[in-house]
Structures are given as structure tokens and as C-alpha cells.
Antibody
């Protein structure tokens, strides 16, 4: 059974850097892309970026200057880091797996609140 | 970036109706279009991929179609459990983009 689970800090101060981890079990992600999607309270889904099975990355045009996605495949872990946080970065952060053009799997999400 | 314009933003439907939600792409996306349902407090779930293919375990009352750059999700005789928010996603080109969402209420 495939499981993806996000782990985040819960609360972060403005101007700091966010780090969220996605841990995957039950599947080898060598055939997948692992994406990050966020959802601000009461708002829609926003695609943030992806790391493909070859390690290449693509990012949201607006967020790309603040965003980095990386992985440690030996631990089946994927990482999202985003700097210069503001209060409007408050959201649920999801990781998801695609094969390769649609989401097969999602994590339950982790809520991140950015506070001044 | 490819823009996905989804409509309506919300709708209320009866159990006897046919519900249609549309997403219009700002350019050709060659059927790289999927639909997702999201319930409150839950992650999205795949309904349709490649514009018209039904995901495993999804009831046959859900269907997807395309006309030019407009994609549609149809729910025939929706059930109460179909309430939620529906999103389209284009994966033709990065950055991938979601539609703004449609909140469906069944009455």
C-alpha cells in the first residue's frame, strides 16, 4: 500500500525558511514524479513544483526564486524548502506522486502557519 | 503559463440532474487534463485522467470530455456523497496549473 506523509514545523515566523519532508513507503518512486501542492485556508490548490525521477526539477513561476525541491532516494524522502516566508504562505502543504501526468497518490497534508 | 479557467465557482444541484463543470485552457493541452474531488479536510482524489479515462474505483456516473480547449466533467444523477470541491489540472506543460475549483452542493 502506497503511503506518502508530509512532516512540517507547524508554526514558522515571517522571513524564516520553511522545510517540509515527504516520506514515501510502499512503492518505488523511480517511475514517479513527486510534486508539492499547497492550499491556503479556504482557497484552491496551487501547484508548487516537482522533482522528476531523473532528479530534474520544475517550479511555479511565481515561487521559483524562493523554492527548492530535493530528495534523498535512499531514505525515500523528498524535501521542500521555501525561504522569505510571509503570512500568505500559510497553507496546507501536500506532496503527491504522479505517473507521470496525473496524481495517483497524495499525502494527507501538513498545516503550516506563518506568523509575525 | 497555461491558465485554466474553471466554471462555475459553485453550484447546487438535485439528485436527478446532470452536473457539468468546465475548464477552459488558455492554449491546446492535448488531453493532458485530470479531474480531482476534494472533501473538507482531505487531500484531493483522482476522478478522471487523460481528459476522459475513469480512474480505478470511480463510479461510472463520472465522465470527462473535450471540445477544443474546453474540458468538461459530467456527473450523471449525482449522489449526496458527490458533494465537495472539484478541480481540473493541466499537465501538458510545466508549471502545471489547477483550475480555480467548483464547489458542488447536492440538495
Amino acid at each position: 500500500q502506497v503511503q506518502m506523509k508530509e512532516t512540517g514545523p507547524g508554526l514558522v515566523q515571517t522571513t524564516q525558511t520553511l522545510a517540509v519532508t515527504c516520506t514515501v513507503s510502499g512503492v518505488s518512486l523511480t517511475s514517479y514524479g513527486v510534486h508539492w501542492v499547497r492550499q491556503a485556508p479556504g482557497k484552491g490548490l496551487e501547484w508548487m513544483g516537482v522533482i522528476w525521477k531523473d532528479g530534474n526539477t520544475n517550479y511555479n513561476s511565481v515561487l521559483k526564486s524562493r523554492l527548492r525541491i530535493s530528495w534523498e532516494t535512499s531514505k525515500s524522502q523528498f524535501f521542500l524548502t521555501m525561504n522569505s516566508l510571509q503570512t500568505d504562505d500559510t497553507a496546507v502543504y501536500y506532496c503527491g506522486g504522479t505517473t507521470p501526468w496525473y496524481f495517483d497518490f497524495w499525502g494527507p497534508g501538513t498545516m503550516v502557519t506563518v506568523s509575525s | 503559463d497555461i491558465q485554466m479557467t474553471q466554471s462555475p465557482a459553485s453550484l447546487s444541484a438535485s439528485l436527478e440532474e446532470i452536473v457539468t463543470i468546465t475548464c477552459k485552457a488558455s492554449q491546446d493541452i492535448d488531453d493532458y487534463l485530470s479531474w480531482y474531488q476534494q472533501k473538507p479536510g482531505k487531500s484531493p482524489q483522482l476522478l478522471i485522467y487523460d481528459a476522459s479515462s475513469l480512474a480505478d474505483g470511480v463510479p461510472s456516473r463520472f465522465s470527462g470530455s473535450r471540445s477544443g480547449t474546453q474540458y468538461s466533467l459530467k456527473i450523471s444523477r449525482p449522489q449526496v456523497d458527490d458533494s465537495g470541491i472539484y478541480y481540473c489540472l493541466q499537465s501538458y506543460r510545466t508549471p502545471w496549473t489547477f483550475g480555480g475549483g467548483t464547489k458542488l452542493e447536492l440538495k
